[in-house]
């Protein structure tokens, strides 16, 4: 059994559709002739080069067949968020994008699961957007892992975070809108550098702030890309807050304590860092989570938990599978 | 033997000195009664509480031989750089700062050795007071990693590195000037999250730009922190290169075959983080750095690579001397 649960689509949005958020930044799919191929546009403006796995189910299911993939945990791609955009255009965004994924999983509705978006700049409205979303179908919700100065310790953010856990919603943390403008040009460098270090920053927010310690611990919540650069920096971390009084004052514990309130995907792409993040989480921590359908994610998924030195039948069981099962609560399709 | 190479000083400017090189953020020292301790000033505003080790070097040779380090490699700490003022007035002060570190070094001279700091702004007075410190008993220079939007591929910063291969000196480059702003403004984040980020950063722009391709192999170049997040992110980076042609444009070979380029310090805090770093680097380019005399640093300098699980005593013996011997021409201090 093989769960992946770190994949993205992008519905066949309209121009006219996207202009409606946004006349000048609005996303939007283009299809090339033939319909394999497109772009992601904003306006006028290409921004990525994608094909038909991306809006296509049956294209999907397919590679899904062809990668042995069972089950497939499908979200937004982050340029739909819209959080920079007016919340009363937002709501209606999320709510469209959010049925439009469940007519996408609902091409194979046992193997195709969704995550919703939430117009997380109305507290209220992500709510209520993420419950609808629950109630609807969908699986959980994926969160930007920030909103423009507003970090996971901002208190809107935290309230929106104890409403998941409430209702047991579970969340996937993404980075997006990465820090270093001008400095990161070329060379995808925002996904190189900036995107872990949001990710880091994303898990040392709720760290440090102490907002763990004000949040349920019935909390599900997951950070993407193996939690960004925060596993090989926990040592620094910690060092730091043993020994610097500004970093504690805010945060009971030593921050590695507060490893097993949050999970991460498998998406590191080296066994030595594999290793490591297994030891900083443990195995019972981790899932499955390529970035499918983008070049700069797993292109043989799951081979590097299949092929991880030390790695026991246990612990590869329970990252394809058993921890995604636990975490959406997925009992029902894989019983 | 025992060579800490990371390592800083701060001399006991006055607050008129620093007007010189700037009314409202020239930085400075001022001591508390009694002597034993300070803080580093911006103008009025304090910038970090600090201990007499940071300018006097007696009590730092008290504490070397408490640590049992030999030698020790210091350099400005950052704030002391000067890149945002104006050239004509950086030269001068970068000049006065190389001439008080060699005095604070001339309290041992077998036991301190300085690098010296250099107006990064204007290439060729960064090359000028490089040979100049060079002559003058410096062992080489740190830079920092960036100017304002200018990373390590700026190709004035690429002449500066070519001058420093042909002319022998030996580079340590350090994060500063950290990107992340208003986002980052407690439990010093900055320091947690965007210095790694900062020094991944520099690394990825002298390999992604291809101006390794372009830069003498004899340069000798090690970077702070371990090489801060970019050992954890190489994976993602290799991955990256191979499926998107935008990354691959101008750097002609797998990123991670530039390893051999440059050395990294071992402060890592955690044997896990070191142990990858020696898989990524291999343990003739780490080299034991502690940040003395700063909270952040290693406080038992040394002690993550003697404990370190794995090592050979060979592997130790490298790190803690033989590889900075080597790196920073040190052989008539322990021959």
Redesign the interface.
């Known amino acids: 059994m093989k769960i992946d649960m770190h994949a993205h689509h992008f519905p066949r949005i309209t121009r006219e559709e996207a202009a409606a958020l946004s006349a000048d930044r609005g996303p939007w799919l283009r299809v090339d002739e033939g319909g394999k191929t497109g772009q992601i546009m904003r306006a006028d403006r290409p921004f990525r080069p994608v094909y038909d796995s991306l809006w296509d189910p049956h294209a999907r299911l397919a590679e899904m067949d062809a990668q042995g993939v069972d089950i497939q945990i499908t979200c937004a791609t982050p340029i739909m968020f819209g959080y920079e955009f007016a919340p009363e255009k937002v709501l209606p965004w999320a709510q469209r994008m959010n049925d439009l994924a469940l007519e996408f999983c609902a091409a194979a509705p046992k193997r195709l699961v969704a995550l919703a978006q939430v117009p997380l700049q109305d507290i209220d409205a992500a709510c209520r957007e993420a419950s609808r979303a629950k109630a609807t179908g969908h699986h959980g919700v994926q969160i930007g892992n920030?909103l423009g100065?507003r970090?996971l310790d901002d208190e809107g953010l935290v309230t929106f975070l104890q409403h998941c856990a409430n209702e047991n919603i579970p969340l996937l943390v993404h980075p997006w809108d990465m820090?270093?403008?001008?400095?990161?040009k070329?060379?995808?460098?925002p996904?190189?550098?900036?995107m872990?270090?949001e990710t880091?920053?994303g898990i040392?927010s709720l760290i440090?702030?102490g907002a763990f310690e004000r949040i349920p611990e019935s909390l599900k919540i997951c950070f993407a890309?193996g939690g960004g650069?925060f596993?090989?920096?926990?040592?620094?971390?910690?060092?730091?807050w043993k020994?610097?009084d500004?970093?504690r004052?805010?945060?009971p514990r030593l921050p590695s304590e507060y490893c097993k309130r949050f999970y991460v995907d498998s998406?590191?792409?080296?066994h030595?860092?594999l290793?490591?993040l297994a030891?900083?989480m443990g195995t019972d921590r981790i899932m499955l989570g390529s970035d499918y359908p983008f070049?700069?994610g797993?292109?043989s998924i799951g081979k590097l938990v299949a092929e991880q030195p030390g790695f026991t039948d246990a612990d590869k069981r329970a990252i394809y599978a058993g921890n995604a099962v636990e975490f959406f609560g997925l009992q029902s399709l894989v019983g």
Do not use: T, Y
């Open positions: 920030h100065d970090d820090m270093g403008g001008n400095r990161m070329q060379w995808m460098l996904w190189l550098v900036a872990p270090a880091q920053l040392l440090l702030s890309h650069s596993a090989f920096m926990l040592g620094r971390v910690d060092n730091a020994h610097r500004i970093i004052k805010d945060c998406a590191v792409f080296d030595g860092a290793r490591l030891e900083v070049p700069l797993e292109q």
